[in-house]
């Protein structure tokens, strides 16, 4: 027999690499064991997936009971990590897994989906101005996606989908790929936007911007943190500006100190006025104060009307993390001459750091359900749609709860630190695979065509297939992975 003779094609994805002995293909995820193709990951079956720490319910004890939230309620449960692929589309899944749960027959569909239509969606805390609505974000120089539009206390990235992995250059999707595997993975990333910011964004961690650790998300807006705080400051200070990029807060003519009796202090602001006490575009948007692009507070302030200000006057002006923070007394000009801030004010300006939340970046993947999966469930793809809508079929990525988009297709996204670590994988095409289980009754599912002849006991799954055992603890969740292997 030749060397070539002794290689063998791997079907699990469109590559379909020839891998020799001893070899994995392309993407590194299947090899040539002895003239057999295997999955060199190992297969995940969940014992547990809440906090660490808790009670971890007896394996295999598939007649525990069951309420429908696979993640809060301790049990056994298949998931498709490093269960494998139904391409090319007309193979039943790797693992149709039945089992007996509060004597109730149900029937869990597993897969890894290989995924060209997918991206994750980026939340980061922080009032820093990354860079404007629509502008490219880059890794390693090549566009991965853009700026979308920013949220309360956090500013939001769109990366990947088909165009930026297919529809550009071939380094440009290899970038892609890499990108949204590495955050769906849990790792760290350099990101660039155009004009903008560098952010290195990792999930369940804050982000660095500009090379700077991000500490807390803001309290609220400028207006917001006025209304909670304003009765810290009614008898304390004459004037409070609490700046920021969208809504400055002016505490003298704000509803909030009105209702406490403040007197007009003849603040001038700048930008434009919205309503009594609350500003709009005081200054451009940045990295400093409040998420604005001012080093120094006094810049937004225009003057003060002699009529109204009096020399001796009193300003606090903060941001709304209470990281930044003056104190002011107006001179005989009444110019603001910046004093120490006295300790009756202290206590406020910690009690808005202490009201802010950690700043976290935030990582969902989400993708599109389509053909090859529900091909892989039932002969009729339509009814796993269908059966999904109408709540029949339960959808999960690695045992993770999902949110199911409406409208049609499977469209779902997932917080990807909710699944155990690593389960994420690509193929060179480029695209990623990603985790997804369908779990409903053996009765919904011979009724919407599924492929019932190929449903097998857990007890035998694992049973045929735990040949490396181990456990591991990821992401709260305690996971036993068992070797999958499968023919070629």
């Known amino acids: 027999m030749t060397e070539a003779d002794e290689k063998i094609r791997c079907d699990a994805c469109p590559v379909m690499c020839y891998i020799r002995p001893g070899m994995t293909g392309a993407c590194d995820r299947y090899a040539n064991e002895d003239g057999q193709l295997v999955r060199v990951d190992p297969h995940?079956?969940?014992?547990?997936?809440?906090?660490?720490?808790?009670?971890?319910?007896?394996?295999?004890?598939?007649?525990?009971?069951?309420?429908?939230?696979?993640?809060?309620?301790?049990?056994?449960?298949?998931?498709?990590?490093?269960?494998?692929?139904?391409?090319?589309?007309?193979?039943?899944?790797?693992?149709?897994v039945s089992s007996r749960v509060d004597g109730v027959d149900m029937v869990t569909v597993v897969t890894e989906g290989i995924y060209s239509?997918?991206?994750?969606?980026?939340?980061?805390?922080?009032?820093?101005?990354?860079g404007a609505e629509c502008a490219i974000v880059r890794a390693e120089g090549e566009p991965v996606g853009h700026v979308t539009t920013g949220e309360y206390g956090s500013q939001m990235l769109s990366l990947g989908g088909v165009n930026h992995l297919t529809h550009g250059g071939?380094?440009?999707?290899?970038?892609?790929?890499e990108t949204l595997l590495s955050l769906s993975n849990r790792k760290s990333v350099e990101l660039v936007v155009d004009g903008g910011a560098s952010v290195i964004v990792q999930a369940g961690k804050a982000p660095i911007i500009n090379g700077k650790l991000e500490e807390r998300m803001r309290v609220g807006c400028g207006s917001a943190t006025i209304g909670m705080f304003a009765k810290q400051w009614g008898d304390k200070v004459d004037e409070v500006v609490v700046?920021?990029?969208?809504?400055?807060?002016?505490?003298?003519?704000h509803q909030a100190g009105k209702l406490l009796g403040m007197r007009d202090t003849g603040i001038k602001m700048k930008g434009r006025r919205s309503t009594p006490g609350r500003y709009f575009h005081v200054a451009e948007p940045g990295t400093g104060w409040g998420g604005t692009n001012v080093a120094d507070p006094l810049e937004i302030v225009a003057g003060f009307n002699p009529k109204v200000a009096r020399s001796g006057m009193t300003m606090l002006m903060v941001s709304t993390t209470g990281e930044q923070y003056a104190f002011y007394r107006l001179d005989?000009?009444?110019?603001?001459?910046?004093?120490?801030?006295?300790?009756?004010?202290?206590?406020?300006?910690?009690?808005?750091?202490?009201?802010?939340?950690?700043a976290l970046c935030s990582v969902l993947f989400m993708a599109g359900a389509g053909g090859s999966l529900r091909a892989g469930v039932t002969e009729n793809?339509?009814?796993?749609?269908?059966?999904?809508?109408?709540?029949?079929?339960?959808?999960?990525?690695?045992?993770?709860?999902?949110?199911?988009?409406?409208?049609?297709?499977?469209?779902?996204?997932?917080?990807v630190t909710l699944l155990p670590a690593n389960s994420f994988g690509y193929v060179p095409t480029p695209a990623i695979v990603a985790p997804i289980e369908f779990t409903l009754r053996l009765d919904d599912y011979a009724a919407l065509g599924g492929h019932v002849d190929e449903v097998?006991?857990?007890?035998?799954?694992?049973?045929?297939?735990?040949?490396?055992?181990?456990?591991?603890?990821?992401?709260?969740?305690?996971?036993?992975r068992v070797g999958a292997r499968r023919k070629a």
């Open 332 to 358: 005989e000009n009444l110019r603001p001459i910046e004093a120490e801030l006295p300790e009756t004010l202290r206590e406020s300006v910690e009690r808005i750091g202490e009201n802010c939340e950690p």
């Open 44 to 96: 995940v079956l969940l014992d547990h997936a809440v906090s660490e720490g808790a009670k971890v319910a007896p394996f295999l004890n598939a007649e525990g009971a069951w309420n429908g939230d696979i993640l809060k309620t301790p049990g056994p449960f298949v998931t498709a990590v490093g269960a494998g692929t139904t391409y090319p589309d007309y193979k039943p899944a790797p693992f149709i």
């Open 117 to 130: 239509y997918c991206g994750v969606k980026l939340k980061i805390d922080t009032d820093r101005h990354l």
């Open 170 to 177: 071939k380094k440009e999707g290899r970038v892609t790929c």
């Open 381 to 415: 793809p339509v009814r796993l749609t269908r059966s999904v809508r109408q709540a029949l079929t339960t959808v999960t990525a690695g045992g993770a709860p999902v949110i199911v988009w409406p409208g049609g297709g499977i469209t779902f996204m997932v917080d």
């Open 456 to 480: 097998r006991p857990l007890a035998e799954v694992v049973a045929q297939h735990a040949e490396r055992p181990n456990t591991i603890f990821a992401s709260g969740a305690v996971a036993r």
């Open 243 to 253: 700046v920021d990029d969208h809504i400055t807060g002016v505490l003298s003519e």
